[in-house]
């Protein structure tokens, strides 16, 4: 993965069909969903929830028509009760998900935030992703730069950072190597397809 924050290479792992758009990707480019038992959409974002699953794209426009065309039950061949923020609720749940998965290898010494801590990190090779804060001074970001073959995450909020790593706010921080690193790059980049478009970071609601 590059700035861009995409996968180098799509193909790998297991893919899925989006009720939205059709078309089959690997499935850490999509959103599943399952029914509740009183009909309701509920998403599963750690995927272990039983039932069949229901596939959409990381995306706003693919999740809003699923939402408002009736994929959903569709799918489901039942009626199915859609809440109508289910974008936003989805967005809300995929960045806590980064947040804790970044917190946990905070716990474990696997991710460090602040401008030296993290410029020292990236000068002794020990930094794997760069995240800056999308609302952090550009000028300020421009000094640190992604480490070569790793992975960039920029459109966290600084207030969304500070509450990994235990502070009010937090503009630079660096993952190290480890078995959840992996994971918060293709969790981020689900993120990424809610909040990112045309190169621009999208404005939560309220920021």
Known sequence: ????????????GPERKCIATGEVQPKHGLIRFVIGPEGQIAPDLAEKLPGRGIWVSADPAALAKAAKKGLFARAARQPVNVPEDLVDQVETLLTQRVLNLISLMRKGGAATSGYERVKDWLAKDEAEVLIQASDGSERGKSKLSTPYGGSFIGWLTADELGQAFGR?????????????????????????????????????KGK
Not at 2 to 12: A, E, F, T
Not at 188 to 202: F, H, M, N, P, Y
């Open 168 to 204: 009010q706010s937090t503009i630079h921080a660096a993952l190290g190597a480890g078995g959840l690193c992996k994971r918060v790059v293709e969790e981020a980049a689900r993120l990424k397809g809610l909040r990112v478009s045309d190169g621009e970071t999208a404005r939560r």
């Open 1 to 12: 993965m590059g700035r861009s924050g995409q996968p180098k290479d799509r193909s790998d």
